[in-house]
């Protein structure tokens, strides 16, 4: 992770990222340490290698897969608010910071490497979708005393901004936290489509400045 962040300070003004833009990603690079998705993609040969290329998409959409099962065995099954919560925390923080990756640093190609195909990307993005939901869904069950069910659909009618559901005290910020993630999650997604920052460009990157 070392050496990307040096990568990135080496080819920054290549990319015409300067001040916070610089700061915020190199703080996403620096988050990847306690990634358990990029250390398998750091343990993986690269894509690039015939060889090794199915290898790569099976191990990620496997962990991604455990991800989703960890959450449908949590809606199940509570190990308790606190495990619950901890767990839930691990898979929204490995959501964001891969989608967040994908968008700020995916223009450096030296760093990351291209979306493997435009269609997988949206299925991932559909997953990461129920995720969410099934996660708040969770918090929900164990924070503000609903069950499972009703849990999964209040955060469904949060993520639709069509409800949500009733809280009192400091709980009140659990509900304003999936407003926020969902938010920044339809900004990620419409970005990625106008913008073209990267999250369905199929491999293409922006040129560098002055090229």
Known sequence: MRQEIKTLWRSHQ???VHGVE???DTGLLALRNISISYWLGMCLPPTDHPQYKARHIWT???YCIAQLSALLLLCVRTLGPIVDSVIVGYVLFDIYLNLLNIVFIGK????NQPPLSIERSILLLMV????IALAFGILYRDWLGLSTLKGVFKAILVFGTVGYPQSSGNLVLLVALQIVLDVLLLVIIVSSFVGQLGLFSNGKRRQPAGV
């Not at 450096?108 to 760093?111: A, Q, V």
């Not at 990461?128 to 995720?131: A, P």
């Open 108 to 111: 450096f190609s030296e760093i």
């Open 128 to 131: 990461n979708v129920v995720e």
């Open 14 to 16: 290549d990319y015409g």
């Open 60 to 62: 990620i959409d496997l």
């Open 22 to 24: 610089l700061v915020f």
